[in-house]
């Protein structure tokens, strides 16, 4: 079972950018694809965006073109890069990981994921 590990969430002021990692702890992040999710206070936890195994990459509308998500398979590890950040982008984000689905939409959905991170806090001030 896949343990995920998110970093680099915090307090920052709008405008301004910042950028998520998350790490797989066993060397097989090529078997999955990954997909971010946040949640704010009060709220259900929302797609935001998500990359297959070979690289297709899915954005929610509220951050396209604002927000790129990448992997680096060598380090395990797969990254969340928020440009132009408001105060409504303040949530806990979640990586997820989950195995390979015949479409690629269905990485939009939160069933999709087998396997979630403990989720890293982004706070961002007006």
């Known amino acids: 079972q896949v343990q995920l590990v998110e970093t680099g969430g915090r307090l920052v002021q709008a405008g301004n950018s910042l950028t998520l990692s998350c790490r797989a702890s066993d060397g097989t992040w090529n078997m999955y694809a990954m997909g971010w999710f946040r949640q704010a206070p009060g709220k259900e936890r929302e797609f935001v965006a998500a990359?297959?195994?070979?690289?297709?990459?899915l954005y929610a509308d509220p951050v396209k073109g604002r927000f790129t998500t990448s992997r680096d398979i060598s380090r395990d590890t797969g990254y969340l890069v928020l440009h132009n950040l408001t105060p409504d982008d303040t949530g806990v984000y979640y990586c997820?990981?989950?195995?390979?689905?015949?479409?690629?939409?269905?990485?939009?959905?939160?069933?999709?994921?087998?396997?979630w991170g403990q989720g890293t806090q982004v706070t961002v001030s007006s």
């Open positions: 990359i297959s195994r070979n690289g297709l990459q």
């Open positions: 997820a990981a989950a195995e390979p689905k015949a479409a690629a939409t269905t990485y939009r959905r939160l069933a999709a994921y087998e396997y």
